[in-house]
Nanobody, 131 residues
Framework: QVQLVESGGGLVQTGGSLRLSCAVS????????MGWFRQAPGNERKFVAA????????TSAESVKDRFTISRDNSKNTVYLQMNSLKPEDSAVYYC????????????????????????WGHGTLVTVSS
């Protein structure tokens, strides 16, 4: 059974930074594409960023492209989301997700902003940005 556990959320002022972590257990971490999504109250869950299995390729939403960075450490079974220049509109519950791939070519073929492409989800960590 695969488990994803997010951490690192909290309260931060506008312009501040946070680093979220997501620890994965249960199967070989390096087989997964990892993604981050967020959901604000009353809104749908939205894509933030994704990273391929080796960590050599990433994609992210336009709204965070210049401020957030996704990375992974396959030796620690952990994916990170470094968030800088935070804004109140970044406030949300942040979820990590894992997609089980059989080949690296699937990274290019799939839309990693689509929730249905992910197989496993964490329970989320709350980020609140005060104005």
């Amino acid at each position: 059974q695969v488990q994803l556990v997010e951490s690192g959320g909290g309260l931060v002022q506008t312009g501040g930074s946070l680093r979220l972590s997501c620890a994965v257990s249960g199967r070989t971490f390096s087989r997964y594409v990892m993604g981050w999504f967020r959901q604000a109250p009353g809104n749908e869950r939205k894509f933030v960023a994704a990273i391929n299995r080796s960590g050599g390729a990433t994609t992210s939403a336009e709204s965070v492209k210049d401020r957030f960075t996704i990375s992974r450490d396959n030796s620690k079974n952990t994916v990170y989301l470094q968030m800088n220049s935070l804004k109140p509109e970044d406030s949300a519950v942040y979820y990590c997700a894992a997609a089980d791939l059989t080949t690296d070519s699937q990274w290019l073929a799939a839309d990693w902003g689509t929730l249905a492409n992910y197989d496993y989800w964490g329970h989320g960590t709350l980020v609140t940005v005060s104005s």
